[in-house]
């Protein structure tokens, strides 16, 4: 199952209008994971596949997109990506959590019970 991968304006869409608020407000329907990633990276391809057996896994409960940072440099300067992968969890409600680095897949589901309240 291909993840969705996000360009400005999809992203404006689904995820989070920056031009229109400056207060982070979520457009989204479900909790959600971003992967801000590149194609040179080794520690993001680790990633890729554990975030597509979790999207297999968690199907309609949960979206997963990633951004790739070479494409899309205004996303990631507008969240400050210094190091990559990095992985933005966003719940329904409150404020969304940056985790860096190639996180093991338990430390993904421990998120998304923890952060994203996805059982």
Same mark, same amino acid.
């Given at each position: 199952?291909?993840?969705?991968?996000? @360009?400005?304006? @999809? /992203?404006?869409?689904?995820?989070?209008?920056?031009?229109?608020?400056?207060?982070?407000?979520?457009?989204?329907?479900?909790?959600?994971?971003?992967?801000?990633?590149?194609?040179?990276?080794?520690?993001?391809?680790?990633?890729?596949?554990?975030?597509?057996?979790?999207?297999?896994?968690?199907?309609?409960?949960?979206?997963?997109?990633?951004?790739? @940072?070479?494409?899309?440099?205004?996303?990631?300067?507008?969240?400050?990506?210094?190091?990559?992968?990095?992985?933005? /969890?966003?719940?329904?409600?409150?404020?969304?959590?940056?985790?860096?680095?190639?996180?093991?897949?338990? @430390?993904?589901?421990?998120?998304?019970?923890?952060?994203?309240?996805?059982?």
């Amino acid at each position: 199952m291909a993840l969705e991968h996000l @360009t400005k304006d @999809t /992203f404006k869409q689904k995820v989070f209008n920056y031009e229109a608020n400056k207060e982070w407000q979520y457009e989204g329907s479900k909790p959600a994971i971003i992967d801000f990633y590149a194609d040179w990276c080794g520690p993001c391809k680790m990633v890729a596949p554990i975030l597509e057996e979790l999207k297999a896994e968690y199907d309609e409960k949960l979206e997963i997109y990633k951004v790739n @940072t070479e494409e899309e440099r205004e996303l990631a300067a507008m969240f400050g990506i210094q190091s990559i992968p990095s992985l933005l /969890f966003i719940p329904l409600e409150g404020q969304p959590q940056m985790a860096m680095g190639a996180l093991p897949k338990e @430390t993904f589901r421990q998120a998304i019970d923890d952060v994203l309240h996805v059982k």
